[in-house]
């Protein structure tokens, strides 16, 4: 790689960590999709996958827990010529912005989302998160699990989401190969990447994604919602990993929003003689 | 002072209370006269106890009061309530059918209004027969009803909405009182403004090009103030899931280099906490319109408080600037609006616009002069003006003499711009080196030092120095101004000092301003005296008493004025 993403901030990570390959993947992938560095913004939430964007040489808005899609979704609205990813944890946007992800989905603003999958909250060292597996003991509920785990591709497929992906973090080439297609598609894009946590996860191992996990076959039409959700169900026997459903009927958000477009927001002026207009019409003459 | 003509149109949610109200303003401004109009409504859709309320005198008023003069009550059930606030010599027009059972009470006279209204096309025209039958109790010509209509009427719907204003003015000879008629009085075009409209219209001026929000009343008619008035001038706006949203959106917007605000209300506004620090932060300018109404919690959703003072100056973890200012009319909303466009991204502060359901649903006519179309300085920079490190890299939070960085926005080729809620360096990126934490935290405040500079003095009336100073911020302006006119009929000298900058406060100006006076007193819509507690912190002075209100209604000038000499 020529590394012309590279920053150097002192990484943060464990030895080993799964965001370490997940962000190899994305630099792969927003060098192939040929924008120079002024054209991308990476939006981030809190926590250690969240730390992503520091890393990658591009535009940056690292805000609140749980907050990057509103923030991003703004971003586009202010400025649709800017590329926008969304780079952020489970538990920061499955559970903590869990209301933000369905607006947006339901907005179909055109960003791509690609969530750190670890099935933990690792930088509170080690609580389980909304995509936990049942019955996995954490700190915080050292009983196992209660809750049912947060299925994210169901729930985008059932929100109509037009690109709903996996990913492996483990699989550079394959989970930047996803990137690339969740970037150029036009609307909400989501790519779960499933992520090894070294530290906190014992389970869900390298070695355990690596056995469970199975690329979907180039036969699956991705546009079958039916067969898509089927697919997103799967995970006690055997994960699927790849493109599960795609639909490019549906314009996005900012292209049916009448205010946004050219010029960005930062461009666009306040002539007096506009506002005098605007005050003029509250103006009560008699005729 | 002549005419002073209270006029409350009372009726359920549905039945027009505000239309017959909007109408009865236009036509005080079209005879050449002026009003204060306030809304009292219950939290339904329909049905209730709705109230509007216009008060016309000969000189712009900024005050309400509680008696009526003239009541057109379109739902007889609410007639009991109705009389308790009538004046001895008012009188209520009421909704009885021709032959039903009256009043007992001399000062109610019984109008067929739906029948009227039926005669005229259509029984939802009973409050327009009722405006007629006001409107002629005001000695307000039909042709200028006729033509009023026509403002806000148009075909076969002005045609009905005209016979039933003339059938009611027709019915009104002779069975309403003439003592209510307006003098003749030149005819000026005035603006037409409620509160929110004029706060709304004061952000799109000041440039704000994007804005989000929840709708929560009395926020919510800033939003479509907002929505409404934007567009033209490229404001793009977005209702958000929640509140949360719709402070990030903003923060977001405003990275992106649009000038963004969002509104709210209490409730809406606890939400935005988180992101109100994050703005703190990120430094991001953004504007945030707090319209205040009772808590605790949903507290009484429709009415008015300020009980939130204390809440807007300390909300958000941790320490940053903010600017909070506090309009006392519609001319204030409209320049503060403005001017909080422009502070926020001169400092890169939050700032926050604290009204409260009173201002946001008082309309009143103003002078159009008093809505200037000011400049609006944009302060993003480009190219060569942009701080960067050895490397050429931009930064963001370079340290300067007045804490303010230099704003660059995404898009700009050879640019990247890096924004961190977590404590960053100068480049933006994230940082747990102390030494760094300290030069950032001294850079964010050396902007609230330079905007302390800036600070709004407050505004004072009367005599420079004597017996009595009345103390309040925000909506009471115009109550506090009237409720001195009162006393000083009564012989009792006041001043009055009107705080429209709540933070960074005006310390040193007000406690030159309480030196000089015996007695100072705090006028405020809560139950504990937080502009009391806020004067002691910032000046260290001790206010002699406080009058407060937490009915959640509004203060009115009589009331204002007797407390007062109950304090002598």
Redesign the interface.
């Known amino acids: 790689m020529s590394g012309i993403f590279d920053?150097d901030?002192e990484n943060a990570w464990c030895p080993g960590c799964g965001n370490v390959a997940i962000l190899d993947a994305v630099k792969k992938a927003l060098e192939r999709t040929g924008k120079?560095?002024?054209?991308i913004?990476l939006?981030s939430g809190?926590g250690q996958a969240a730390?992503l964007p520091?890393h990658v040489?591009?535009?940056?808005?690292?805000?609140?827990h749980g907050?990057a899609?509103?923030?991003?979704?703004?971003?586009r609205?202010?400025?649709p010529?800017?590329t926008v990813v969304v780079t952020s944890g489970d538990g920061d946007i499955y559970g903590e912005g869990g209301?933000?992800l369905?607006?947006n989905i339901r907005r179909n603003t055109d960003i791509a989302v690609f969530v750190h999958d670890n099935q933990v909250y690792g930088l509170t060292k080690g609580q389980p998160s909304p995509t936990s597996d049942p019955g996995w003991a954490g700190s915080l509920q050292r009983s196992g699990v209660i809750a049912g785990p947060f299925p994210p591709l169901a729930a985008a497929i059932a929100l109509g989401c037009g690109f709903v992906a996996r990913g492996l973090a483990a699989d550079v080439e394959f989970t930047a190969d996803l990137m690339v297609r969740a970037i150029a598609h036009k609307g909400f894009a989501l790519v779960d990447i499933l992520q090894p946590c070294v530290t906190f996860n014992k389970k869900n191992t390298y070695e355990w994604y690596g056995r469970m996990t199975y690329k979907i076959p180039p036969d699956h039409d991705a546009a079958d919602r039916v067969r898509a959700f089927a697919l997103s169900l799967e995970w006690e026997e055997r994960i699927p990993i790849g493109v599960l459903y795609r639909r490019d009927d549906r314009p996005p958000f900012e292209e049916l929003?009448?205010?946004?477009g050219d010029p960005?927001?930062?461009?666009?002026?306040?002539p007096?003689?506009?506002?005098?207009?605007?005050?003029r019409k509250?103006?009560?003459?008699?005729? | 002072m002549g005419i002073d003509v209270n006029i409350r149109v009372t009726g359920g949610a549905g039945q027009g209370v505000h239309t017959a109200g909007g109408l009865l303003c236009?036509l005080a401004?079209?005879a050449g006269h002026h009003f204060h109009a306030t809304q009292d409504y219950m939290s339904r859709i329909r049905g209730g106890r709705n109230a509007y309320t216009v008060r016309i005198r000969e000189i712009p008023v900024r005050a309400g009061r509680p008696q009526a003069d003239i009541v057109l009550s379109l739902d007889p059930a609410n007639l009991p309530r109705t009389l308790v606030s009538l004046s001895p010599t008012g009188i209520v027009v009421c909704d009885l059918p021709a032959g039903g059972a009256g009043s007992a009470d001399p000062r109610v006279i019984a109008a067929p209004l739906k029948d009227l209204a039926v005669s005229a096309g259509s029984p939802i025209l009973a409050n327009i027969v009722g405006a007629g039958i006001v409107a002629r109790a005001l000695g307000i010509p039909p042709e200028t009803v006729d033509?009023?209509l026509?403002?806000e009427f148009k075909g076969d719907f002005l045609d009905k909405n005209r016979a039933a204003a003339r059938l009611g003015g027709e019915w009104a000879v002779p069975r309403v009182p003439s003592g209510y008629s307006l003098p003749e009085a030149a005819?000026h075009?005035?603006?037409?403004?409620a509160g929110n409209?004029a706060l709304a219209?004061g952000a799109?001026?000041?440039?704000c090009?994007?804005a989000?929000g929840y709708p929560m009343t009395p926020g919510s008619g800033i939003l479509l103030g907002l929505s409404a008035?934007g567009?033209?001038?490229?404001?793009?706006?977005?209702q958000?899931?929640?509140e949360?949203?719709?402070l990030?959106?903003?923060?977001?917007?405003s990275?992106?280099?649009?000038r963004?605000m969002v509104a709210t209300s209490g409730g809406g506004f606890a939400l935005m906490a988180?992101?109100l620090s994050?703005a703190g932060i990120?430094e991001t300018p953004v504007v945030v319109a707090m319209g205040m109404r009772p808590g605790p919690a949903t507290g009484m959703p429709t009415r008015t408080g300020q009980e939130d003072l204390a809440f807007v100056l300390s909300a958000g973890h941790g320490e940053f600037p903010r600017l909070v200012l506090s309009p006392g009319s519609v001319e204030e909303a409209y320049a503060l609006a403005h001017h909080a466009m422009e502070m926020s991204e001169a400092y890169q502060v939050p700032c926050i616009l604290l009204t409260d359901q009173y201002l946001a649903d008082t309309v009143v006519?103003a002078d159009?002069g008093d809505?200037p179309?000011l400049?609006?300085n944009?302060r993003?920079v480009h190219g060569s003006d942009v701080p960067r490190d050895a490397k050429g890299r931009y930064l963001r939070y370079a340290i300067t003499g007045d804490g303010v960085s230099p704003m660059a926005?995404?898009?700009?080729?050879?640019?990247?711009?890096?924004?961190?809620?977590?404590e960053h360096t100068e480049d933006?990126?994230?940082t747990e080196d102390h030494t760094v934490r300290i030069a950032m935290v001294e850079k964010r405040t050396r902007k609230g030092e330079a905007l302390e500079m800036e600070t709004l003095p407050p505004l004072l009336a009367g005599p420079p120095d004597g017996e009595v100073l009345l103390i309040g911020f925000g909506s009471t302006k115009g109550v506090i101004a009237e409720a001195r006119e009162i006393l000083s009929v009564e012989g009792v000298a006041t001043a009055a000092v009107h705080l429209r900058q709540v933070a960074p406060f005006p310390a040193r100006a007000v406690s030159e301003i309480l030196d000089r006076y015996r007695t100072a007193l705090t006028v405020e819509n809560n139950r504990t005296g937080q502009l009391a507690r806020l004067i002691r912190a910032e000046t260290g002075r001790e206010v002699s008493g406080t009058i407060g209100r937490f009915d959640g209604l509004p203060f009115t000038p009589g009331e204002v004025a007797e407390r007062v000499k109950e304090r002598l």
């Open positions: 920053t901030v120079a560095k002024h054209e913004v939006v809190i730390k520091h040489d591009v535009n940056v808005f690292n805000g609140l907050r899609l509103p923030a991003a979704l703004a971003i609205m202010a400025n010529s800017l209301n933000h369905v607006h929003h009448p205010g946004v960005p927001l930062h461009a666009r002026e306040t007096p003689d506009a506002v005098r207009d605007l005050l509250r103006l009560f003459t008699l005729p | 236009r401004v079209a033509r009023v026509a403002l005819f075009p005035r603006l037409i403004l409209e219209l799109v001026a000041g440039g090009k994007f989000a008035d567009p033209p001038l490229g404001l793009v706006f977005e958000a899931e929640d949360i949203a719709a990030n959106m903003a923060i977001g917007a990275y992106a280099g649009a963004a988180e992101a994050l990120l006519d159009p809505f179309a400049p609006v944009r993003i926005v995404p898009g700009e080729p050879g640019i990247t711009v890096v924004a961190d809620s977590d933006g990126h994230l």
